[in-house]
C-alpha cells in the first residue's frame, strides 16, 4: 500500500481505571456510573485536586495552577471526575513521570490551565474582549442572540457541569474569577424563556433554534423539556440543537433515566411535527471519547432524534495537527456515531494566545485532513469573525500574513447593522496570536501597543 501522512487504524475506546487516582481507589463501578456521584465529586479548587491525585502530582504543579486562578483564569475550576479521568489515562498518580505526564496532557491543558502555559509577552490580544462575539449586543431579548437571519441562540442558563479554560461565553458563563467578574441576567429564568419564545412567535422568519448557555444538562430536566416542547408549538421552528459537553464531560447525565425517557418524548413529537432535533456537543481530544460517551451518545440517538454532532474548537497542544484531529474525527465517528461538524478556531478572549491557532495554521489543517473522512463527516474548520459569524476559513476576504490580520465580509444583516447600507461591503477583521508573526509584524504591534520587547503583559 502507498505510504500515507496518516495510517487509518480502527482504535478501541478505552475507559481509564479511575482507581489509579488515590481519591478514587475504593470507587465502584455503580458508584462511576451514578451522574448524581459525578456531580458531587467534581473538582472545584485545588484542595480537592490533592485529594484525588495524592501525592502524585508536584508541589511546583500547585503552585503554577493557583497562580494562574489568582491572576488569569477566566473561568473558575469545574472539572466532572469523567474528564479528570481522561488525563495521562495510561499512568497511575504516584508513578514515575505522572507529574509530566499530567501537564503535557491535551485535555489537561484547556480544563485545568496553569500560568506557565500561558504567553508571558502576550498571554491577551490588545483588540480581545470579555465578550468576543458581541453576542449580549445582538440579544433580541435577553439571552437570545438573533446574530443570523433565520436562526438564534438562547442562552437558557450561565452555569455547566465543568468550566473550559477557553470558553467564548466567560464574560457570562460560570462563577466570578479574581480576573472576571461575570455579567449576570437581569431577568428571572422563567420570564427570559417565555420572552424568548414570544419573541420566536412574533418573528416566523426564525427556522432554527441552538439552546445552550452555559450546558442544557445544568437546566432541570423538566424545565429543558417543556422549554424544548415550548419551541415545538412554535410553527416556524423546524430546527432545534441542544448544546452540551456534558455528553462527553458528564455522559453518566445522559444515560439517566428521566433523561432518556424524555428525550424520547420529544423526538416522538419531533416527528409528529416535522422537527428536527440534535444534540451538537464539544469534544477536543480523542482520549475523551470513552465506552461511556459513546453510549451516552447512542443511547441519545436511540431515543429517534436526528443526529448528535461534534463542535470542537482548535487548541494548541491539544488538537493542532491533523493527526491530532483525524484521531478524534475517527473515534467519534467509529464508535460513538457522533458526527465531526465544525472545529471552530479559538475566540479572541483574554488569556487565550497560548491556545489559539493563526489562520494560516487552520487553512493548512484543512486541507491537510481532507480526503480521509467520508465527505459528510469531514469537519469544517471555522473562523468566528466579530460582527459576521462562522466563515469557513477558505472564505477569508484578504490575509495580511505580516501583521496576522485577515479581513472577511459578510452575506446578510442583523439587529446592529440594519441601516447600514454598506454592511455587505464593509471589511471585518480577525487578528493572529502577535508572537507567531515575522519580527517586522511583532514590532508593528509593540509599536501601537507601546509595548517593551520582552514585556510581559
Known amino acids: 500500500m502507498i505510504n500515507q501522512p ?66 488569569r483564569a477566566t473561568m473558575s475550576m469545574l472539572v466532572p471526575p469523567q474528564m479528570i479521568n481522561t488525563m495521562a489515562p495510561g499512568v497511575a498518580a504516584g508513578e514515575p513521570g505522572f507529574t509530566e505526564a499530567f501537564r503535557a496532557d491535551p485535555v489537561r491543558r484547556y480544563m485545568l490551565p496553569v500560568f506557565s502555559d500561558r504567553r508571558a509577552d502576550w498571554p491577551s490580544h490588545p483588540v480581545a474582549s470579555r465578550d468576543s462575539l458581541h453576542e449580549a449586543e445582538m440579544w433580541a431579548v435577553e439571552g437570545l442572540t438573533h446574530r443570523y437571519p433565520t436562526k438564534v441562540l438562547a442562552e437558557v442558563l450561565p452555569t455547566c457541569p465543568q468550566y473550559c479554560g477557553h470558553c467564548t461565553r466567560m464574560d457570562l458563563v460560570g462563577n466570578p474569577t479574581p480576573a472576571v467578574d461575570k455579567h449576570k441576567f437581569g431577568l428571572a429564568r422563567a420570564d427570559r424563556l417565555e420572552a424568548m419564545i414570544e419573541y420566536l412567535k412574533a418573528n416566523p422568519g426564525v427556522r432554527d433554534v441552538v439552546v445552550s448557555g452555559g450546558d442544557v444538562a445544568n ?126 478556531m479559538c475566540d479572541m478572549i483574554p488569556g487565550s494566545e497560548h491556545w489559539r491557532l493563526s489562520l494560516g495554521e487552520a487553512l493548512d489543517l484543512q486541507h491537510q485532513i481532507m480526503g480521509y473522512l467520508p465527505g459528510f463527516a469531514t469537519p469544517r474548520l471555522l473562523c468566528d469573525v466579530p460582527y459576521v459569524g462562522k466563515r469557513w476559513v477558505h472564505q477569508v476576504a484578504r490575509y495580511d500574513r505580516e501583521l496576522g490580520i485577515s479581513y472577511w465580509t459578510k452575506n446578510y444583516r442583523t439587529a446592529v447593522d440594519a441601516g447600514d447600507s454598506f454592511a455587505l461591503e464593509r471589511q471585518h477583521e480577525y487578528y493572529d496570536p502577535i508572537y507567531l508573526l515575522p519580527r517586522t509584524g511583532q514590532d508593528w504591534w509593540r509599536a501601537r501597543t507601546g509595548q517593551r520587547v520582552g514585556a510581559a503583559s
Open 6 to 71: 496518516y495510517a487509518y487504524r480502527h482504535k478501541e475506546l478505552i475507559e481509564p481505571d479511575w482507581r489509579r487516582l488515590p481519591g478514587w481507589a475504593e470507587v465502584t463501578a455503580q458508584q462511576w456510573a451514578s451522574a448524581q456521584w459525578q456531580r458531587a465529586h467534581c473538582v472545584k479548587s485545588i484542595r480537592q485536586l490533592r485529594q484525588v491525585m495524592g501525592a502524585g502530582l508536584s508541589e511546583a504543579f500547585y503552585r503554577d495552577l493557583e497562580r494562574d486562578q489568582a491572576e
Open 219 to 344: 437546566l432541570p430536566w423538566p424545565r429543558l423539556e417543556a422549554f424544548v416542547a415550548d419551541l415545538m408549538d412554535v410553527p416556524s421552528i423546524r430546527d432545534i440543537r441542544l448544546a452540551t459537553k456534558a455528553l462527553m464531560g458528564l455522559p453518566q447525565y445522559w444515560l439517566t433515566d428521566e433523561v432518556r425517557a424524555g428525550m424520547e418524548r420529544l423526538a416522538a413529537t419531533a416527528r409528529q411535527r416535522d422537527v428536527s432535533i440534535a444534540i451538537h456537543t464539544h469534544v477536543n481530544a480523542a482520549q475523551s471519547v470513552t465506552p461511556l460517551v459513546a453510549g451516552a451518545a447512542k443511547a441519545m440517538l436511540e431515543t429517534g432524534i436526528r443526529d448528535v454532532r461534534n463542535q470542537g474548537v482548535l487548541l494548541r497542544g491539544t488538537n493542532d495537527s491533523a493527526e491530532a484531529l483525524l484521531d478524534l474525527c475517527f473515534a467519534l465517528l467509529d464508535d460513538a456515531k457522533i458526527m465531526p461538524y465544525y472545529f471552530y
